[in-house]
Structures are given as C-alpha cells and as structure tokens.
Nanobody, 125 residues
Framework: QARLVESGGGLVQAGGSIRLSCATS????????LAWFRQPPGKEHQFVAA????????WYTDSLKGRFAMSRDDSRNTVYLQMNNLKPEDTAVYYC??????????????????WGQGTQVTVSS
C-alpha cells in the first residue's frame, strides 16, 4: 500500500506561487494513478491533476490549466504541484492520493485507496 506525505502548504498573497510536495513510499502497478485534489472551505473535494506511476499524463481540470503544473521526480519518489498566479479561491486543503480502483473515474477522490494527510494553502487578497 502506498504511503503519502504532503508538504509545502502555507499562506501566500494573491498572485504569488507555491509548490507542494508529496513524498511517496510503497507502490502498486505502474499503470495506476497519483493525483492532487483540493477541498476548499465548506465545499466538496475537487480534482486538480493526475499522472500515472509509469509517467503518463499529467491531466488537469480545465479551469486550472496554465496556472498549475504537476511533475514528478522518480529519484526522490516525490510528486509536486507548482501553483502560480494564485487566487483567493485557490484556498483549500490540498491532498495527494494514489492507487485508484480499476476502471473508476480519475476525478473522484473516493476511488483512490491511499490518501495523504493534506496540506493547507491559504491565499490572501
């Protein structure tokens, strides 16, 4: 089973940037997914981006393309989420998740078996 530990969250002003990290240990099949989701205050989890363990992707939710970028460093077993030109509406707890159930929707967090603890990102106006 994968273990995921996020870091890098914090307080940033609107227009700023922040990079989240997700250190991973343990794996399943190479075709399975790693993804970032976020949960704004009082709202449901939202899909942000995903890649596969084997390096396919990333795929993004349309509204975040161009501002957010997901990448991976296999030598460090770490995936990153670079977030630029941040807006107050990007304020959320950001989660790294992995190991999606086969044939289930990528953008539904409940289909993932491994979750990190989450890291808070707060964007001030």
């Amino acid at each position: 089973q994968a273990r995921l530990v996020e870091s890098g969250g914090g307080l940033v002003q609107a227009g700023g940037s922040i990079r989240l990290s997700c250190a991973t240990s343990g794996r399943t099949s190479t075709g399975n997914y790693l993804a970032w989701f976020r949960q704004p205050p009082g709202k449901e989890h939202q899909f942000v981006a995903a890649v596969t363990w084997s390096g396919d992707g990333p795929w993004y939710t349309d509204s975040l393309k161009g501002r957010f970028a997901m990448s991976r460093d296999d030598s460090r077993n770490t995936v990153y989420l670079q977030m630029n030109n941040l807006k107050p509406e990007d304020t959320a707890v950001y989660y790294c998740v992995a190991n999606k159930d086969p044939y289930k929707e990528i953008a539904d967090i409940t289909n993932y078996r491994a979750w990190g603890q989450g890291t808070q990102v707060t964007v001030s106006s």
